[in-house]
């Protein structure tokens, strides 16, 4: 079996149905039970008292916010190496959802800077880079919606999803490329002296669970509601020529 066969919509439809209803219980009881275990049986932290619970929403958003491009990225790249439709349908599919993550992220790191800051917003490295790449989304969904002729939209969205990787990528790792900025290093880290302590940290990637396996569900979704939608162009095109 390769994995090209997914290529095909009808395959495609068809081993996604089997996985949604799957996805989205296990997103649910992840989701309930990471963000219930970590805003109401968590300590206060010593310093930033109970603001540091806003990670149990900002972190998966974030993560997810970027790994979405990423996603884009890979789909659009397999689009414009192999020309398959479901590709480029599933990095349109994901762009609402990862536009709709950094927006989350954005808004819970206003809501921790304040307290925490004394203000909302400040152009750091990495807030600057990751408000860029919401513009780059918004950018991306709205060249989709311009174009009328889905291939040629497809290669258009691919060519900026290809330029607005660059911001995905500073959104990672600003902290590391700059060493000022107001922003705080990595919750989560290969390396363990730089994670939360665990009394965080085990919520936290229960959360982050949840999140991915929302992010996977909504996409296959919205894939096949992009597939569906394209194959109604084409008949209602059909008939108009008739």
Known sequence: MSIWEYANPVKFIKTTDK????????????????????????????????????????????????????????????????????????A???????????????????????????????WDP????????FLFYLGYIALWEAIENDDTAADLTSILCLVGSVFAVLSRYA??????????GAS??????????????????VSIAGFVLLFIALVFLRTQTEIRARRTRALLARERAQ
């Not at 990495?126 to 790449?133: A, E, G, M, P």
């Not at 989560?188 to 990637?205: G, T």
Request: charged share 10%.
């Open 92 to 122: 349109r599919a994901a762009a609402p959802v990862g536009a709709t993550m950094t927006v989350i992220a954005l808004a819970t790191g206003a809501i921790w800077g304040q307290p925490m800051w004394g203000t909302y917003w400040a």
């Open 19 to 90: 996985f949604l209803p799957w996805l989205a219980l296990g997103s649910v009881m992840c989701l309930v039970t990471g963000l219930i275990w970590g805003f109401f049986f968590t300590p206060d932290d010593y310093r930033q008292g109970s603001t540091v619970k806003i990670i149990y929403l900002h972190v998966p958003s974030a993560l997810m916010a970027i790994n979405a491009w990423m996603m884009m990225l890979v789909a659009s790249l397999v689009w414009i190496v192999r020309r398959h439709h479901v590709s480029a349908l599933a």
């Open 126 to 133: 990495r807030l600057t880079s990751f408000l860029i790449l």
């Open 175 to 184: 902290v590391n490329f700059w060493n000022q900025g107001l922003h705080q």
């Open 188 to 205: 989560l880290s290969l390396d363990k002296e730089e994670n939360v302590a665990d009394v965080f940290y085990h919520p936290l990637l």
